[in-house]
């Protein structure tokens, strides 16, 4: 199986700057530490989970509130009887995309 696809490779190091950048001020606005390394590179890639393992452009995914709909339904199917809580484990993946696409829009 790839490791990554077109858009992890071509933006992963800029856009785990991105997610470091803002999570760092969520948190700060919370009074929390920030998160480790390893944690922002985790949630790096685990934003481009569609793009390994579906045969669609990734982009495609996010270009409206229905594409991200298919998207969480795609995790969804991909999740179910491999985790227990495959609907929220769906969220935390949505929500990793939606951060690409607003580092996207970060770039135009």
Do not use: G, N, P
């Given at each position: 199986m790839k490791k990554g696809g077109y858009y992890r490779d071509k933006y992963f190091e800029e856009y785990f700057d991105y997610i470091r950048e803002k999570t760092d001020k969520e948190r700060a606005l919370i009074g929390?530490?920030?998160?480790?390394?390893?944690?922002?590179?985790?949630?790096?890639?685990?934003?481009?989970?569609?793009?390994?393992?579906?045969?669609?452009?990734?982009?495609?995914?996010?270009?409206?509130?229905?594409?991200?709909?298919?998207?969480?339904?795609a995790l969804i199917r991909h999740f179910t009887g491999r985790r227990n809580n495959p609907e929220k484990d769906a969220k935390y993946y949505i929500d990793r995309m939606i951060d690409f696409k607003e580092f996207l829009e970060t770039l135009k």
């Open positions: 929390k530490k920030k998160y480790t390394d390893v944690t922002i590179k985790t949630m790096a890639t685990d934003t481009f989970f569609l793009e390994k393992h579906e045969d669609k452009d990734f982009k495609s995914w996010l270009k409206s509130d229905e594409t991200i709909e298919e998207a969480r339904l």
